[in-house]
């Protein structure tokens, strides 16, 4: 690392954080703007705000490193404010006036379709960086999260095994969007052709921001003490997961009754939240913070240097997670594509991040699949500890390909596995 460049990049940025919108006039205009579009405020803030840090710091590391095609890269950062469509106003606001060659962001799968269309009427390019239920393919998006069947399939078939508790019912707790509903079609399907009987299923919804989960909590314990191991499987969003978790730990629904395995739950969310008495209940995702090798290392230090020279609040106790992870490779795999297409034309750059390669934090290398804009990804369940980490407790043994459309939902067999060109 070039530190001299390096520190001179982070002031950089910190000074276009600190402006906000207005950032790109005082850049020259030999610079490639990059839209950064994620929720700043709002029930999203707790899981965004970090998306958006993540991604100044990258832009600043590449930028260190020279920028590409030789240009230093701008960023125009946004807030739909947990908005969804706000999120289409801003994207087409980031792609027609501020003339950005790519963004990153979104969270939520209602924010990422209010947002599909515009980037397909103007031929812009989006990187989504989350989980997300799959039954869908676009030429302008590529996904760096998971797919369900490198998350949340995976983690249904550890509650079932022997080292996950051989569960038998299972409650499919989400808030009430696209992500949970369809997740956890796919899941009822899936659990079905397992053999699970339709009465040891129990589905429920709570809205965005909810925060009373005392009701629901006690129709788990009832639905528990039937007779038959159960677990909960959460697609819970946003901040409704710290009155959730606190409200389980109130309860006493301690993992070795009840082990709830979060999709949207992190070592970001889990900052707000006393873990103690949550230890042993488990997440499913592609990265966690706790994975030892160089590279982690090196980005876990990143991050919190960054946190540091900025000023973030709790700069102390910065933690890194698995949306974060996904931000960073796709931003690293855009730069790639474009040196490589030798150009930021969306159609030319489309064409060139297909096969690109990444050495990712999770200790693989990850690739962009040739036809389907999504990513190989290993897939990791952790348990939670007592410091809000994760303790690996199972792993695939590589990176495994994307499903976005799923084998559980009649039909898809017959769809194609890349996005129609036009």
Same mark, same amino acid.
């Given at each position: 690392m070039q530190r001299r460049h390096f520190v001179k990049a982070l002031t950089l940025s910190a000074s276009i954080a600190?402006?906000?919108?207005?950032? @790109?006039?005082?850049y020259a205009a030999d610079t490639i703007k990059v839209g950064i579009l994620h929720s700043l405020s709002g029930t999203m803030a707790i899981s965004e705000t970090a998306l958006k840090e993540t991604a100044l710091m990258t832009i600043a590391e590449i930028n260190a490193k020279g920028g590409v095609l030789g240009k230093q890269l701008e960023p125009v950062v946004v807030d739909p404010a947990s908005n969804w469509p706000l999120f289409a106003e801003k994207a087409r606001q980031l792609v027609s006036k501020d003339k950005v060659a790519v963004v990153f962001g979104c969270w939520t799968s209602v924010s990422r379709k209010s947002v599909n269309p515009v980037f397909?009427?103007?031929?812009?390019?989006?990187?989504?960086?989350?989980?997300?239920?799959?039954?869908?393919?676009?030429?302008? #998006?590529?996904?760096?999260g998971a797919a369900p069947n490198q998350q949340a399939i995976p983690a249904v078939e550890y509650l079932m095994s022997k080292d996950g508790g051989?569960?038998?019912?299972?409650?499919?707790?989400?808030?009430?969007?696209?992500?949970?509903?369809?997740?956890?079609?796919?899941?009822?399907?899936?659990?079905? *052709?397992?053999?699970?009987?339709?009465?040891?299923?129990?589905?429920?919804?709570?809205?965005?921001?909810? *925060?009373?989960?005392?009701?629901?909590?006690?129709?788990?314990?009832?639905?528990? @003490?039937?007779?038959?191991?159960?677990?909960?499987?959460?697609?819970? =969003?946003?901040? *409704? =997961?710290?009155?959730?978790?606190?409200?389980?730990? +109130?309860?006493?629904? $301690?993992?070795?009754?009840?082990? #709830?395995?979060?999709? @949207?739950?992190?070592?970001?969310?889990?900052?707000?939240?006393?873990?103690?008495?949550?230890?042993?209940?488990?997440?499913?995702? +592609?990265?966690?913070?706790?994975?030892? +090798?160089?590279?982690?290392?090196?980005?876990?230090?990143?991050?919190?240097?960054?946190? $540091? $020279? +900025? =000023?973030?609040?709790?700069?102390?106790? #910065?933690?890194?997670?698995?949306?974060?992870?996904?931000?960073?490779?796709?931003?690293?795999?855009?730069?790639?594509?474009?040196?490589?297409?030798? @150009?930021?034309?969306?159609?030319?750059?489309?064409?060139?991040?297909?096969?690109?390669k990444f050495k990712a934090p999770s200790g693989f290398t990850v690739e962009m699949d040739p036809k389907n804009h999504h990513l190989h990804k290993p897939v990791f369940i952790g348990e939670v500890k007592g410091d809000g980490q994760f303790n690996v407790v199972w792993k695939t043994k590589g990176p495994v390909k994307a499903q976005p459309w799923s084998p559980f939902i009649e039909g898809n067999d017959k769809k194609k596995d890349e996005p129609d060109t036009k």
């Open positions: 600190a402006i906000g919108l207005t950032a @790109s006039s005082a397909k009427e103007l031929n812009g390019l989006l990187f989504y960086p989350v989980q997300y239920e799959g039954e869908e393919l676009e030429k302008n #998006v590529f996904y760096t051989e569960a038998k019912r299972f409650v499919l707790l989400g808030t009430d969007y696209v992500y949970p509903r369809t997740t956890n079609k796919i899941l009822r399907a899936f659990l079905k *052709s397992k053999g699970v009987a339709e009465a040891d299923i129990m589905e429920e919804y709570t809205p965005f921001g909810h *925060s009373d989960y005392q009701t629901i909590i006690a129709k788990i314990k009832k639905f528990a @003490s039937e007779g038959k191991k159960t677990a909960v499987v959460s697609t819970i =969003n946003g901040d *409704s =997961n710290v009155p959730f978790y606190k409200e389980l730990g +109130n309860a006493g629904l $301690k993992a070795t009754d009840v082990p #709830v395995v979060a999709f @949207s739950v992190g070592e970001e969310e889990l900052r707000g939240v006393d873990t103690k008495p949550l230890l042993g209940h488990l997440a499913a995702w +592609n990265y966690f913070e706790s994975i030892k +090798n160089p590279t982690n290392a090196a980005f876990i230090k990143a991050y919190q240097d960054w946190a $540091k $020279k +900025n =000023n973030l609040p709790k700069a102390d106790t #910065v933690v890194t997670n698995d949306p974060m992870e996904a931000t960073y490779i796709g931003i690293h795999m855009w730069a790639q594509a474009v040196e490589k297409a030798k @150009s930021t034309d969306t159609d030319k750059v489309i064409a060139a991040v297909g096969g690109q």
